[in-house]
Every structure is written in structure tokens, then in C-alpha cells.
């Protein structure tokens, strides 16, 4: 007896969305087009010297969102989580650096003429060598046991509570760092010669337009601690053990690499880089509280998924096309700075529509998402 193989009909998608797709994004190009045809054709409103000062705060300000959005990056990829409480690892760092500047601030020592200095004026580079050090020292650490106590033992929990213990672990932060702090706002003091404000004077279309020492100082060390990364990541054998517990954690353990090591190492160096960029938004910015490291982190993580989630040159992208949609996009579309957070978030969805993996595409495969 026969038997009949019945055929599973096979489902036609429409292809509506994709028109759909097609359709906005077109619409939105034409838009933004127009716009910048009357801002830079028509209207001619603002000088080449504003746009110039605006590229350098986009340039800057999206270092350190590249610094924050790697750390993002590289726990996702190690353990397809979310480290929602990132943002507050920076913060603990900016803290961390608020209190060494304010030590050596306080400490005075003897100069030539026998007159007396504060530690951080008279040895300025130091100072801020230490607050650097320091500040990425507590920071990663604090990603350590925050692995170690808050995901460690839910690693084989489903996906949803991890998420929801970094969401706690976030507002344990905060809330430690204002009963310890207290909700005070207070003030980076720098050392005179990387004092705020000041810099470089260039002559931009008859306008003085400065290069500040804190941005230049800034974006230089982001650059370099990004390289430094992707290096250790590609060529050391750290780095070789971490793409290894990426991709597969059960084979890796079979293969001799202690999976929890890997991990913890992960966290701690992410830390350290939110460390190093909470300093620098202390320097540049010149303010700290509980809350600072709230908004950076949510925009760091929308530069991850911008440049694609899980892969470092894209978080290193993202962060820095964010931070100059921020500085430049609301003078260019003509609306008011206040909305520049709206702008990222918009561009986001944007994005995601339209290529949903990110900018340079995810770095994991499909299966082990």
C-alpha cells in the first residue's frame, strides 16, 4: 500500500513591509536632504566656525561613547546579556577620579622659590595618570563583582531574569552612590594646565575657534585605549581565549579554557573602560553625581545595536556617528538642542528598520543568538 507524502504548502511572505520599508526611508532621505539644502543653500545661517566647533564636541563626546558602547559589546558577546548596569560602572569610575583630583588638590608641597602648590598643580600629569588609574582600578573591579554576585549565578537562568538583575544591580549602584555621595552635584577640579575652557586657538573664517586640552585628551586616549582592544582581542592569547568562549563555552571549557575566568576577565576589563571614560566625562564636563553615568550608558548602548551588537569596530562606529548626530544633527535639521537625545533615539529606530543587525552587522551568528 502507497502511502501519500503530503507536502507542507510553503508560505508566501508579503511583501508589503519591504515596500513598506522602502517607502519611509525614502521619504525620511528626501526630508533630511531638503533640510540641509536650506541650511547649508538656502538659509546659510551658521559660519563654517560654528560647524567647526560642533565636529570637535561630536568628536569628543563620541569617544567616550565608543568607550562605554565596547564594554556593552564585549559582555553581549560572551554571555548574550545586556549589562544595563554599565552605565553606573562608569559612574563609580567618575567618582573614583573625582576623589583622587580632590586629594591631590588638598595636598600641598614646596616649590623652588619656597612657596607652596598643590600636589595636582605641581605635578599635573601625574594627578591626572592617577585618576585615570584609580578610577579604572574601582570601576573594574566593580564589573568583577558585579558578575561574580548579581550574573554569575543566574547564567543558566533564562534570558529575561539576567536582564532583570542588571536593571536591579543599576539601581543598587545608584542609590549606593547617593546615600554615599549624597545627591550633591559637584565639580571636576582639573589641573590648571588642562583646565576647562581652555586650549588651542584656531582661526576658522576670522572666528577663534578652540581646541580644548580636555577634548584633545579625551579623544586621543579613546582612540588609543579602542586600539589597544581590538589588538589584545585579536593577537593575545586572552584575546583568543574570550573569541573562543564567544563562540562556543562548552567547547572552549573541553579545550582547557576556564570559562569563568574568561568571563570575569571580560567584565573586568570593561569596567576598566568605563572607568577610563567616566574620568574623562569628569574632565571634560566637570560635573558628578549618582546619576551621571544613567544617560551615557543608555546612549553608549544605542550606539552597540547601531553598529551592530556584538562586534567592537561597530560599537567604536556607533559611538562616534552618535556622538556627532548629537552635536551636529540638531543645528543641521534646525531644531533645539534640548532634542538631541530625540534625534539618536529616532536615528535608532531608523536603523533597525532598515538593517536591523547594525551598521556593520552583528558579530555572532544567527543560531547562537
Known sequence: MQSKETSTPQIKRSKLPKQIRQGFGIIVLLLILWRLYLVFGVEQEYTVDIWARLLISGLVIGGVYSLIAIGYTLVYGILRMINFA?????????????????????????????????????????????????????????????????????????????????????????????????PQTRDYVNPDIISRGAGWTMMINDSKVILPYTGVLTFVLSILLMIGLYTMIKKTKLGKAMRSVAMDKQTAALMGIDVNVIISRTFIISGALAGAAGVMWGLHNGLVYYFVGFLPGIKAFTAAVMGGIGNIPGAMLGGMLLGLMESLGPTALGISYQLKDVISFVILIVILIFRPNGILGEALSEEKV
Open 86 to 182: 554599565h552605565g553606573e560602572v562608569m559612574m563609580v569610575g567618575t567618582f573614583a577620579g573625582y576623589l583622587v583630583l580632590e586629594a591631590t588638590k588638598s595636598i600641598t608641597v614646596p616649590t623652588p622659590d619656597n612657596s607652596l602648590l598643590s600636589f595636582s598643580n605641581a605635578y599635573p600629569i601625574i594627578s591626572v595618570i592617577l585618576a585615570f588609574a584609580i578610577g579604572m582600578l574601582i570601576a573594574a573591579t566593580t564589573g568583577y563583582f558585579l558578575e561574580k554576585i548579581a550574573y554569575r549565578p543566574l547564567r543558566k537562568a533564562p534570558r529575561l531574569i539576567p536582564l532583570i538583575s542588571a536593571i536591579g544591580a543599576s539601581i543598587f549602584l545608584q542609590n549606593f552612590a547617593q546615600l554615599l555621595f549624597s
